[in-house]
C-alpha cells in the first residue's frame, strides 16, 4: 500500500467533480486511482483525468491509503462488505454517501476503521461547495488534514463532533441549492406574473441571488444587518418583507429544514438495518 495514493470507489459525478478539484489544485495524476463497475464511465475518467482504473474495488483498496467512498449509499453495505477485513488499519475511509453512518460502514468493514463521513453538496461541481465532515475515533489529526485538503478542492469544509449533527447539515447546505432553486422559480414566476418576460424574469432572479449571496459571503454584517441596510422604511421592499412575515416565512422555512433532518435521520436508521 502507498502512503499517497487516494482511490475513489464510484466514478460518478461527485467523484468527477472532486477529482478535477483535486488536479486543478496540483495532485498528480498518478496519485488517484479510481474503480467502478461501469466500464464506459472508467475509461471516460481514464481519458479526462489520465489516472489508472480498476472494475474491482478490492484491487483498488488495497493499494490506497485513502479510500473515498463515492456510490449510491443503497449499494455502500455491498462495497464495504465486500472488503470487510481486507484493509489495514491504516487506511482511511472517506464517505461522501449521504445518510449512511460511520458506525454502519465500520461494522460492514469488520472493525476498527478510521473513518470520516462527509455531507457535500452539488455546488461542489462548480468547485462552490460545503463539506460537512465527522470523524470516528480511530482518524488522526493527519488523516483530518488530509480529508480537508481533498474536500477544499471543491469548496469550504466544516466540522462536526457530533455525527448527528450532519443530519442538520445536509438538510442546510446538502439539500439547501433546491430551496435556492425553488425561490429563483417562484420570484421568476411573480416577475412574469407582473409582465416581465420569462427570460428576464429569470435571469434578474438568478443575478440578484448570486449578488445577494456574494454580498453576505463578503460582508462583515450579517444577513439580518444586510436586510435592514437595503429595506427603507416605508418603501417598496419592506413592502414585500413584511408580507412575507406575516405569511409566516420563518417559521415555514424551519419547518422544512426540520422536515429534511428528520428524513436524514431515517434514512440512515433505514439503511443501517441491512441484514
Ligand atoms: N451528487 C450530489 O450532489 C451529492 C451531494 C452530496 C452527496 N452525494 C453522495 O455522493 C455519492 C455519489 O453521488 P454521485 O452523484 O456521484 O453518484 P453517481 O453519479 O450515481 O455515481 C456512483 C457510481 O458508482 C457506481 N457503482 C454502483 N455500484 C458500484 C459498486 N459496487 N462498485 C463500484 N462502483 C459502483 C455507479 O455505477 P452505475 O451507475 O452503473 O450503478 C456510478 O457510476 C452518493 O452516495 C450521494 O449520496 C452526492
Not at 91 to 110: C, M, N, P, Q
Request: aromatic share 4%; with cysteine.
Amino acid at each position: 500500500m502507498q502512503n499517497s495514493l487516494i482511490g475513489f470507489i464510484g466514478a460518478g459525478n461527485m467523484t468527477h467533480a472532486i477529482i478535477s478539484g483535486l488536479i486543478n489544485n496540483n495532485t498528480n495524476h498518478n496519485q488517484i486511482k479510481i474503480s467502478d463497475t461501469n466500464e464506459a464511465l472508467l475509461l471516460l475518467r481514464k481519458t479526462e483525468f489520465n489516472i489508472e482504473i480498476f472494475t474491482d474495488n478490492t484491487k483498488l483498496a488495497t493499494q490506497c491509503s485513502t479510500i473515498i467512498f463515492a456510490v449510491k449509499p443503497q449499494v455502500l453495505s455491498s462495497v464495504c462488505k465486500n472488503l470487510k477485513n481486507k484493509l489495514t488499519t491504516n487506511t482511511l475511509i472517506i464517505s461522501i454517501a449521504a445518510g449512511v453512518r460511520s458506525h454502519d460502514i465500520e461494522r460492514w468493514l469488520g472493525g476498527n476503521q478510521a473513518i470520516i463521513r462527509t455531507m457535500p453538496n452539488t455546488p461542489a461541481l462548480l468547485n462552490q461547495g460545503i463539506t460537512g465532515l465527522f470523524a470516528n475515533k480511530q482518524v488522526s489529526n493527519k488523516q483530518k488534514f488530509l480529508a480537508e485538503n481533498i474536500l477544499n478542492s471543491v469548496g469550504e469544509c466544516l466540522w462536526v463532533n457530533d455525527e448527528y449533527l450532519l443530519n442538520a447539515i445536509t438538510a442546510v447546505s446538502g439539500s439547501g441549492p433546491a430551496y435556492f432553486f425553488l425561490m429563483l422559480e417562484s420570484m421568476t414566476k411573480a416577475g412574469v406574473t407582473l409582465g416581465l418576460d420569462e427570460v428576464v424574469a429569470q435571469k434578474l432572479s438568478i443575478q440578484t441571488a448570486l449578488g445577494a449571496s456574494m454580498m453576505a459571503s463578503r460582508s462583515k454584517d450579517s444577513p439580518q444587518q444586510l436586510r435592514n441596510k437595503v429595506t427603507s422604511k416605508n418603501g417598496t421592499t419592506q413592502a414585500a418583507i413584511e408580507s412575507l412575515q406575516n405569511q409566516d416565512f420563518e417559521i415555514i422555512i424551519a419547518h422544512a429544514i426540520r422536515a429534511a433532518s428528520d428524513k436524514s435521520n431515517k434514512i440512515g436508521i433505514e439503511l443501517s438495518n441491512d441484514e
